[in-house]
C-alpha cells in the first residue's frame, strides 16, 4: 500500500491523537470519611467520554487530550463528584467519595466497570460486604464462601459445609486469595465455616471463567478477597457475640492521614459450653473427661504512607482448629484374699489415661509495597510467605499402683503430621500509555516445601525407654515455580473492547520440570449503551493436586506437587454471555459455557487415602471430564432491597478409559457433584434505621452417589445352608440423592445509643424444617427387605446475636 496512502487513513482515523497533545490524569480515589481506598471507582471524562477504572489500590490513570475537561467520579453507594479544570501538563487528582444511602444518588455513569455491561471481564461476579452480612448465616455466623454458593456457576458440597465447586471442577481447583497471597485450607470445623472474618474484609470478587492473564495455576476459579486497610480519620469498631463465636473488630489511624491499623479476632467457644456437661458427667461416671474443641483467626493490617507515590502494607492472617481430649479412667481395689501375701507384690488400683491433641490451621503473612513510577505506571512489589500446617498426637500411659507404693508404667505415644510452607515474591504493573490501552503485566516466583507426612512413635514400657523413638517419614519436597504475564485492555472505538492476554508458567520439582503456554481473551461489544455481548477464552493449567477421599474438608487432606507419572491438568474453556443494565439499578447475565478438563485424577476403584501420601501415584488414574452449562443472574446491589436471583442448569461428566487405568469400565459417569439444577433467591430490605430483614431460599437436584442397588443372596455350602449377601454396583455415581431445599430468615435490630449502635439479630436456619439428606445407607426394613435409609442432620436451627458498632 502507498505510504501517503497511509499517512493520510491513519490522520483521518486518529486526528486528534496525531495532533493534540495528550496529558495524564492520575490519583487515588478514596472514601471520604475513613480514607479506604475505592476498588473499581470510575473516573469518566465527559467531552471525550473516555473512562478509566481504580485498580485494586485505589489508583487509577486517565489520558486525554490537552484543554478543557469535565471529569465525574462515581462508585456504587456514593455521590457524584465532579471535577472541571483545563489541563496543560501532567496532573494528579486524589478524589474523596462520600457516601450516600439515597438511590437518585447513584452513578448514571455505571461503575464496577470491568465486570459490567460496558466491562470486557466477563463470567465474574462482585458481592458487596455488606451483601454477604446481610444474608442469613448458618448459626448465625456470616461467611463469604456460603454466600458465594449463592451465585450461579457455584456448587455447595455436603449439607452447610463451606466447599464449593465451581463448573465442574473440584475443591482444590479453587485459587483463594487473601490480599493476592494463596489460602491453601479455607475452611474451620470440617468444612463448616469458612475462615475469612468478615469484619475484616473490604472487598470479595469471584472468577468463574475468562481468567485474566494475571491470575493462574489454578483450573476452576479464583476468589480474590482483599483485607480493610484501616480507617485514616478516626478509631472505630464493633464486637459481636452469638450461640458459637465472640468477634472484634477495631481500626483507626496511627498516624493520621498516613499510617493506619486494622485488627479483627474472632474465636468460639465450644469447649466453654461443652465444659458443664462434662463437669456433670464426671460427677456421676467413674471417668474423668476433659474434652474442647475450638477455633480462632485473627486478621492484622498496617498501612503507612510515604508519599503519594509510595505506599508500605504489612499484612498478616493466623487461624486454627484445635482438638483436645483427654479421659483417665481408675479402677482395681485389689486387696489380699485367701492367705498371706505379704511378701508379694501385687497391684492396688490401675490408672489409664488416653489423650489426644489435634491442630490444624494457616498463617499468611505478606509486605507489599506501591509505588507511582509516573501518572502512566503503578508498580505493586510482594514479599510474601504462606504454611498451611496439620499435627495429630494420640498418647496412652497405664500405670498400676503395687501395694509397696512403687508403679509400674506403660506409655506410648503417636504423632503425625504434615504441611505446606509458601515463600512468594511478586512484582505487578499497570500501565496505561493512554485512553484506549490499560497493560498490566508482571512476574511471580514461588518456592514450594511440601512436607507429606511424618510420623513418630514414642513409649515406655515396664522401664524400658525409647523416648527417642523413631520417624517414619517422607523427604519433604522442594519445587520451583515462575510464571510471567501480559494482558491489554484495548477499546475499540466505543462499541468494541477486549482484553487480550498470555501466561507462561514453570513448575521444576524432583528434577522434572514442567512448562505451559496459557492465551486468554474475552471481548464485548456494545449493542446499546445498556446492553451487551460478551465472549471468552481461557487456557489453564494446574500443578498441584490435593489428595482427600471425603466430601467434607479434612485437615487430613494433603497437598502434593506434580510427578514424573502425574502430569498437570489442564483446562480448555469458552463462554458466551449477555450483559443487561436496567437504569443502573438491576443487571440481568445470561451466560453459557463449556469446558473440557485433561489430566483430572480419580481413585482408582477399590482405592482410597487415609492420611497418607506414600505411593499414592499408584492409587490415582487420569482421565478427562467436561462441564457446560447455563447460567442466569438477576443482581440488585442499590437501593432498600438489595439481592439477586440466580439459576444453573449444568452437566459434569467424566471418562476414565486409559489402558490399565480404566474406571466404570471405561464408560462416561457423572461427576460426584454433577447436578442439573441450581436455584437461590436472596434478598435484604431494609425498612428503615432500626429493622432489616434477609432471606434465602435455594433449591437443587440432588448429588450423585455409588451405591448398590441389587444384591444377590449366594449359598456358600453344598447344600446351601449359609448364604451371603453380594451387592452388585452398575456404575460409579449410579444414584441421585433426593433434591434439597430450604428457606433462612434473618431479622435485625437496631439502636442508635449514645457511643454507637447496638443490633440484636434472630436468625433461622432451614426454618421449615425440611429433612435433607446428608448421606444415604443401606438398611433393611421390618420385613428384611433392602431399603435405603436416608440421614439428615441439620433441622431448623434458631440462632441469636448481639452486636455494637462504635
Same mark, same amino acid.
Given at each position: ?22 496529558i ?36 487509577y490513570s486517565?489520558?486525554l ?10 462508585y ?13 501538563n501532567?496532573?494528579?487528582?486524589n ?25 470486557s ?19 448465625g455466623?456470616?461467611?463469604?464462601i ?5 451465585l ?7 449439607e ?18 487473601l ?8 475452611n474451620?470445623?470440617f468444612?463448616?465455616f ?8 473490604k ?5 468463574k ?5 494475571h ?15 484501616g ?13 458459637i ?10 498516624i493520621?492521614?498516613?499510617?493506619t491499623?486494622?485488627?479483627?479476632a ?16 464426671n ?18 493490617k498496617?498501612?503507612?504512607r510515604f ?5 508500605l502494607?504489612?499484612?498478616f ?18 486387696n ?9 507384690l ?11 491433641d ?19 505506571m503503578?508498580m505493586?512489589t ?22 509397696? &507404693?512403687?508403679?509400674? /508404667?506403660?506409655? #506410648?505415644?503417636? *504423632? !503425625? %503430621?504434615?504441611?505446606?510452607?509458601d ?16 497493560i ?21 514400657f ?30 475499540l &472505538?466505543?462499541?468494541f /473492547?477486549?482484553? #487480550?492476554?498470555? *501466561? !507462561? %508458567? ?12 496459557q ?45 514424573k ?12 454471555s ?5 437504569k443502573n439499578?438491576?443487571?440481568?447475565t ?10 483430572i ?11 497418607l ?6 492409587k ?60 437461590s ?28 442397588l ?6 456358600e455350602l ?13 456404575s460409579?455415581?449410579?444414584?441421585r ?20 449502635t ?18 444415604v ?20 436451627i ?5 452486636s455494637?458498632?462504635f
Open positions: 500500500m502507498n505510504k501517503n496512502l497511509v499517512a493520510f487513513l491513519l490522520i483521518a482515523i486518529f486526528p486528534s491523537f496525531i495532533f493534540a497533545k495528550n495524564t490524569i492520575s490519583g487515588y480515589i478514596v472514601d471520604n470519611e475513613s480514607g479506604e481506598t475505592l476498588i473499581s471507582a470510575t473516573a469518566f471524562e465527559q467531552n471525550s467520554r473516555k473512562v478509566a477504572v481504580s485498580n485494586a489500590y485505589g489508583f486517565l489520558t487530550p490537552e484543554g478543557d475537561v469535565l471529569l465525574q467520579y462515581s456504587v453507594g456514593y455521590h457524584l463528584f465532579d471535577v472541571k479544570t483545563s489541563l496543560k501532567d496532573t494528579v487528582i478524589v474523596r467519595l462520600t457516601h450516600s444511602n439515597e438511590l437518585q444518588e447513584v452513578s448514571v455513569i455505571g461503575t464496577r466497570n470491568q465486570l459490567g455491561v460496558k466491562g471481564q466477563m463470567s465474574a461476579v462482585e458481592v458487596p460486604i455488606e451483601q454477604i452480612k446481610g444474608v442469613p448465616a448458618f448459626l455466623e456470616p461467611d463469604v456460603k454466600a458465594l454458593q449463592l450461579p456457576g457455584v456448587q455447595s458440597g455436603t452447610a459445609s463451606a466447599g464449593f465447586y465451581v463448573r465442574g471442577g473440584g475443591p482444590d481447583e479453587n485459587l483463594v486469595l490480599d493476592e497471597i494463596p489460602v491453601y485450607n479455607v474451620h470445623f468444612g463448616f469458612s475462615i475469612f472474618n468478615t469484619d475484616a474484609i472487598s470479595v470478587t469471584l472468577y471463567g475468562s481468567f485474566p492473564a491470575f493462574g495455576e489454578r483450573l476452576s476459579s479464583v476468589i480474590d478477597i482483599r483485607m480493610k486497610d480507617d485514616a480519620k478516626k478509631f472505630h469498631g464493633n464486637f459481636s457475640i452469638g450461640l463465636s465472640a468477634k472484634l473488630n477495631f481500626e483507626g489511624p496511627i493520621k492521614d498516613k499510617t491499623f486494622s485488627l479483627s474472632r474465636r468460639t467457644y465450644f469447649d466453654v459450653l461443652t465444659a458443664p456437661a462434662l463437669a456433670i458427667f460427677k456421676i461416671s467413674e471417668q474423668n473427661v476433659k474434652a474442647g474443641y475450638y477455633f480462632y483467626d485473627v486478621n492484622a498496617i498501612t503507612h508519599s503519594d507515590k509510595d505506599k502494607y504489612l499484612s492472617y493466623m487461624g486454627d482448629d484445635a482438638i483436645n481430649v483427654k479421659t483417665i479412667d481408675k479402677y482395681g481395689d485389689y489380699n484374699y485367701g492367705g498371706d501375701y505379704s511378701d508379694e501385687y497391684s492396688i488400683s490401675h490408672e489409664n489415661t488416653t489423650k489426644m489435634w491442630k490444624w490451621g494457616n498463617l499468611i503473612s505478606a509486605l507489599r509495597w506501591n509505588h507511582v513510577i509516573n501518572n502512566r503503578f505493586n510482594t514479599f510474601a510467605y504462606t504454611r498451611y500446617r496439620f499435627a495429630i498426637q494420640m498418647g496412652n500411659e497405664e500405670k498400676e499402683f503395687l501395694n509397696d &507404693g512403687t508403679t509400674e /508404667k506403660n506409655a #506410648a505415644s503417636v *504423632r !503425625y %503430621s504434615s504441611a505446606i510452607n515463600f512468594n515474591l511478586k512484582s505487578d504493573f499497570d500501565y496505561t500509555p493512554n485512553s484506549w490501552n490499560e498490566k503485566f508482571g512476574l511471580n516466583y514461588v518456592f514450594h516445601k511440601f512436607s507429606p507426612e511424618v510420623f513418630t512413635l514414642k513409649g515406655d515396664m522401664g524400658d525407654d525409647f523416648n527417642d523413638g523413631f520417624d517414619i517419614k517422607n523427604t519433604p519436597i522442594p519445587a520451583s515455580e515462575l510464571s510471567i504475564y501480559g494482558e491489554d485492555n484495548i477499546s &472505538g466505543r462499541r /473492547k477486549i482484553n #487480550a492476554g498470555l *501466561r !507462561y %508458567s514453570t513448575f521444576l520439582v524432583q528434577k522434572q520440570f514442567y512448562h505451559s503456554l492465551p486468554r481473551f474475552s471481548g464485548r461489544f456494545l449493542v446499546t449503551d445498556n446492553f451487551s455481548i460478551k465472549a471468552g477464552y481461557s487456557y489453564m493449567s494446574q500443578y498441584i493436586h490435593l489428595l482427600s477421599n471425603s466430601s467434607i474438608s479434612l485437615p487430613t487432606d494433603l497437598w502434593v506437587p506434580v510427578t507419572k502425574i502430569a498437570p491438568m489442564t483446562t480448555h474453556q469458552v463462554a458466551l449477555g450483559v443487561y443494565n436496567l439499578i438491576v443487571e440481568f445470561l451466560e453459557g459455557y463449556y469446558k473440557n478438563m485433561n489430566n485424577l480419580e481413585y482408582k476403584e477399590g482405592s482410597s487415602f487415609f492420611g501420601s506414600a505411593g499414592w501415584e499408584d490415582v488414574v487420569m482421565g478427562c471430564g467436561w462441564s457446560y452449562g447455563l447460567e442466569f443472574m438477576v443482581q440488585k446491589t442499590i437501593g432498600k432491597t438489595t439481592g439477586w436471583v440466580a439459576y444453573t442448569w449444568s452437566k459434569s461428566e467424566r471418562k476414565f478409559d486409559r489402558l490399565g487405568q480404566e474406571i466404570n469400565f471405561g464408560k462416561t459417569f457423572p461427576a460426584k457433584y454433577d447436578r442439573r439444577h441450581d436455584i433467591i436472596t434478598a435484604t430490605h431494609k425498612f428503615n434505621d432500626k429493622i432489616d430483614i434477609g432471606a434465602t431460599w435455594v433449591y437443587s437436584t440432588g448429588n450423585a452417589a455409588t451405591l448398590g441389587q444384591t444377590y443372596y449366594v449359598g453344598p447344600d446351601e445352608s449359609y448364604y451371603h449377601n453380594l451387592t452388585y454396583i452398575e460409579r455415581n449410579n444414584y440423592l433426593a433434591s434439597y431445599h430450604r428457606l433462612d430468615l434473618g431479622v435485625n435490630f437496631h439502636k442508635q445509643k449514645k457511643h454507637g447496638r443490633t440484636w439479630n434472630i436468625s433461622f436456619y432451614n426454618i421449615y424444617n425440611r429433612k435433607n439428606p446428608f448421606i445407607l443401606p438398611d433393611h426394613d421390618e420385613n428384611n427387605r433392602s431399603v435405603l435409609k436416608q440421614i439428615s442432620i441439620f433441622p431448623i434458631p440462632s441469636v446475636s448481639y455494637y458498632k
